[in-house]
C-alpha cells in the first residue's frame, strides 16, 4: 500500500532512517526554562558545509509520527519526502 494508506513509522524508526540515510544526528540539550529543567530535542544534519537544525517533540520511540509531521522535518531538513513514500497524484 501507498501514502497515505500505510502506517505511520515508530519515531525509532524514522530517527533511524535519517541517521543511517541522511547523516542526521538525534540530539537532546537540557537548558532552564522559566527556572525549571527542560530537554529540548532536535536533529542536526550538514549540507552543502551548513548545519541545518530542526527540533521536534520528545516522542517515545514506539509512538507512531504521523505523515504532516514527517513532511515538515524533511522540509526543514532538506530532504525528499518521496524517500518516505510521501507523494500524492
Do not use: H, W
Not at 6 to 29: A, I, S
Not at 51 to 75: A, K, L, M, P
Amino acid at each position: 500500500m501507498a501514502y497515505p494508506f500505510t502506517q505511520c513509522p515508530t519515531f525509532r524508526e524514522f530517527k533511524n532512517t535519517l541517521e543511517k540515510e541522511f547523516g542526521c544526528k538525534f540530539k537532546q540539550k537540557n537548558i532552564i526554562k522559566n527556572g525549571d529543567p527542560y530537554t529540548v530535542c532536535y536533529f542536526e544534519r550538514i549540507v552543502d558545509g551548513d548545519t541545518i537544525q530542526c527540533s521536534v517533540d520528545s516522542y517515545d520511540d514506539e509512538e507512531r509520527i504521523v505523515f504532516q509531521v514527517i513532511r515538515s522535518i524533511c522540509r526543514r531538513l532538506k530532504i525528499d519526502p518521496a524517500y518516505f513514500g510521501l507523494i500524492l497524484g
